[in-house]
């Protein structure tokens, strides 16, 4: 792998090389698929709950907002669990990621986490869902920001649930057992602290953000997503192995580009040998579930 490219500098954050790397690659295609796995992994750990804010679905003609949609897939589950039928839009910065047609009671459209929504979109949702995007705010926007952005477009009584991934090790993943997942904590880590927000375990703390920006109910839950021999269902378990390990070359080569003494040498064949482990022991990380009401 090349060491001589361009570094990675905190005008562009790593989320955004990641996305540059995939669009170049095969415009997208596979990271359709690892995003796809992803959330199958994830929904699965969350027991098929798409929305862990009470959020009463069988009332029709619901506005719900999903940012930083990607694929829509989210969506897609929602509508499929959802008793009556609502309005849905995602919203997103790859235009090629969107599902072409859209499903019907759905739209897509462009907009950055970072831009303020289109003021007529003001008090006009009454859910706005966000999963797996703070990485890519900063360094221009800090999560007051984005949270308070999410905020604005809450009509009274609305809810607002963020998910994002933890970066720190699990107890269930002793080094001696889980030692490659461990690593790949420690990789996410190095990718984001320092570059966004300079904090050791990214996000848990969205609540905190969420009562700045005024909402109450504020909960928070941590869901621990299994993977590999972890899951029970044989379905999952390939999804999850797969999603496990399809990011991974993507994101060493952002951390190869990165300045500083970040890279370490054990995390060359870190893919192949995250597979094997967590094919054969399993694994766990950890998800954290945040929801607010306004
Ligand atoms: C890790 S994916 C998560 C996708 C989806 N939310 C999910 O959980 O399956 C990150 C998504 O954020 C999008 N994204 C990156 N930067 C963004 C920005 N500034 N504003 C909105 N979306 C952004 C990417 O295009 C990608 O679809």
């Known amino acids: 792998m090349s060491t001589t490219t361009t570094a990675v500098t905190p005008s562009v954050t790593t989320m955004e090389v990641f996305m540059n790397k995939t669009k170049a690659d095969d415009d997208n295609v596979s990271e359709q698929v690892r995003l796809e796995d992803q959330h199958e992994t994830v929904l699965y750990a969350m027991g098929g709950k798409a929305l862990y804010a009470p959020?009463?679905?069988?009332?029709?003609?619901?506005?719900?907002?999903?940012?930083?949609?990607?694929?829509?897939?989210?969506?897609?589950?929602?509508?499929?669990?959802?008793?009556?039928?609502h309005e849905y839009v995602g919203t997103d910065v790859v235009e090629s990621l969107?599902?072409?047609?859209?499903?019907?009671?759905?739209?897509?459209?462009?907009?950055?986490?970072k831009e303020p929504f289109p003021p007529e979109w003001n008090e006009t949702f009454d859910v706005v869902h966000q999963r797996l995007v703070m990485a890519a705010a900063g360094p221009e926007r800090t999560p007051d920001f984005v949270v308070k952005n999410l905020e604005g477009l809450l009509k009274e009584g609305g809810w607002l649930q963020m998910v994002e991934v933890a970066t720190v090790p699990l107890p269930q993943n002793p080094t001696s057992q889980n030692q490659y997942l461990d690593m790949l904590d420690t990789l996410y880590a190095n990718l984001y602290t320092g570059t966004a927000y300079?904090?050791?375990?990214?996000?848990?703390?969205?609540?905190?953000?969420?009562?700045?920006?005024?909402?109450?109910?504020?909960?928070?839950?941590?869901?621990?997503?299994?993977y590999g021999a972890a899951v029970a269902d044989p379905y999952i378990r390939e999804r999850s192995l797969r999603t496990a390990v399809a990011g991974?070359?993507?994101?060493l080569s952002v951390l190869r580009k990165m300045p500083g003494d970040v890279w370490k040498s054990e995390w060359d064949d870190l893919a192949s040998r995250l597979y094997d482990d967590l094919k054969e022991k399993g694994g766990y990380t950890t998800y954290i579930v945040t929801w607010g009401q306004k």
Request: hydrophobic letters at 40%; proline letters at 8%.
């Open 98 to 113: 969107y599902p072409n047609p859209a499903p019907e009671g759905t739209r897509f459209l462009d907009q950055s986490i």
């Open 198 to 226: 300079k904090r050791s375990n990214l996000w848990s703390d969205l609540g905190k953000e969420m009562e700045a920006a005024g909402l109450k109910n504020v909960q928070k839950k941590e869901v621990i997503v299994s």
């Open 248 to 251: 991974v070359p993507n994101f």
């Open 55 to 85: 959020v009463d679905l069988a009332k029709p003609g619901l506005r719900i907002l999903d940012s930083a949609c990607a694929n829509g897939r989210w969506i897609k589950d929602l509508q499929a669990i959802s008793p009556a039928k």
